[in-house]
């Protein structure tokens, strides 16, 4: 069924025309040399993956499918769900609440279907779990996608440009392939740039190869945070992390949307990100995007991760050690407080390596 099913993809690739999906650009037409000063010459780079002593999150293996085929289904997945969103981000917005300030919007649910259709075709016995239509296929299976369609729903409403389509596949629990097209300029200048990475294989933005920076003083870094809706003791302790930091780095950012703030890890343009209560589907592709450019990845304790945590902290890897020296014992005080740090959105009966 997969071989039939990328057969059907590569020929819906093909037919693709080029100002939408032009050779490793992007999904809507603009000016070409705007789009190539998005990935600046100073983080794009061929330099070997720093040393740092967190342990890995990708997958050690794909399984019975290549590296290759996973990838390619992902990034078209990602830029299909994309073009929803393109197609939406310069138009009225429909908008339904979750929570008191928790939204979202038809395009979620639209982008989301688009990108089930793209899985579904060509992984029909996959399983996947979506930011809106949850759960869906076999728990038996050794793959998990997890598909945020639009993260940064807020941001989207307001057209600010912090906002992306994430998708990435865990193999047995742990990521495999990852792609997150951003959506940046504004209004009237929409563009995007996709990032994608597989186990193993590097990390790349609009197909050239990117790095983590090299800073490993916090006081010459940029940092990015994020808060969740629940205003909750997790909340009131980043609250205070937000603080400290601001003090003693050149600033902490809180930009809205957990994907692109991991990219930004991994462009080199932002030195760590952190973040309480996150789920798998703004984790997965990020998180794996950050380690093969160079980086690391811990829980906010400085334990291992997993996509199902509910904290997580990504760096350069050189700054890792230094921002958890403020950030672990703020963590284990929570944990002191009996606040749950158990896995969370795993599927029930879904085995990882953890079981297995």
């Avoid at 999906?21 to 061929?46: E, V």
């Avoid at 598909?147 to 742990?174: E, M, Q, W």
């Avoid at 760590?272 to 811990?298: C, F, N």
């Amino acid at each position: 069924m997969a071989s039939a099913a990328l057969f059907t993809l590569s020929s819906r690739l093909s037919q693709i025309s080029p100002t939408i999906f032009p050779t490793r650009t992007r999904i809507f037409p603009f000016n070409a040399r705007s789009s190539i000063t998005l990935c600046t010459k100073a983080i794009i780079s061929g330099l070997p993956n720093q040393k740092h002593p967190y342990p890995k999150v990708g997958a050690h293996s794909t399984g019975s499918i290549p590296a290759s085929q996973l990838i390619q289904v992902v990034e078209f997945a990602a830029k299909t769900g994309a073009e929803v969103v393109m197609e939406a981000v310069n138009k009225p917005r429909s908008i339904t609440y979750k929570g008191l300030t928790d939204l979202v919007t038809d395009t979620d649910k639209n982008s989301e279907a688009a990108i089930l259709d793209v899985v579904k075709e060509n992984f029909g016995d996959h399983l996947i779990l979506g930011e809106e239509g949850g759960i869906i296929g076999d728990t038996a299976s050794d793959y998990l996608w997890c598909i945020d369609p639009l993260d940064g729903t807020t941001n989207f409403a307001h057209c600010y440009p912090s906002f992306a389509v994430s998708v990435g596949v865990l193999f047995r629990g742990k990521p495999v392939a990852a792609s997150v097209v951003e959506f940046v300029g504004g209004p009237m200048c929409w563009n995007t740039r996709t990032f994608s990475a597989t186990a193993g294989g590097g990390a790349f933005c609009n197909g050239q190869k990117v790095h983590v920076s090299q800073t490993d003083q916090v006081e010459r870094s940029l940092l990015v945070t994020g808060f969740g809706y629940e205003h909750d003791e997790a909340w009131a302790t980043n609250i205070e992390l937000f603080k400290e930091f601001t003090d003693v780095s050149r600033g902490v950012r809180r930009l809205g949307a957990a994907a692109v703030d991991m990219c930004h890890v991994a462009l080199g343009i932002v030195e760590a990100y952190w973040e309480y209560r996150l789920k798998p589907w703004d984790m997965a592709a990020g998180v794996l995007i950050v380690e093969e450019a160079g980086g690391a990845v811990t829980c906010m304790d400085g334990g291992k991760f997993s996509v199902f945590d509910r904290s997580v902290l990504v760096s350069n890897g050189a700054l890792h050690g230094k921002l958890l020296e403020r950030i672990a014992p703020a963590t284990e005080k929570l944990k002191g407080k009996n606040i749950n740090f158990s896995l969370w959105y795993k599927p029930e009966n879904y085995l990882t390596e953890l079981e297995l």
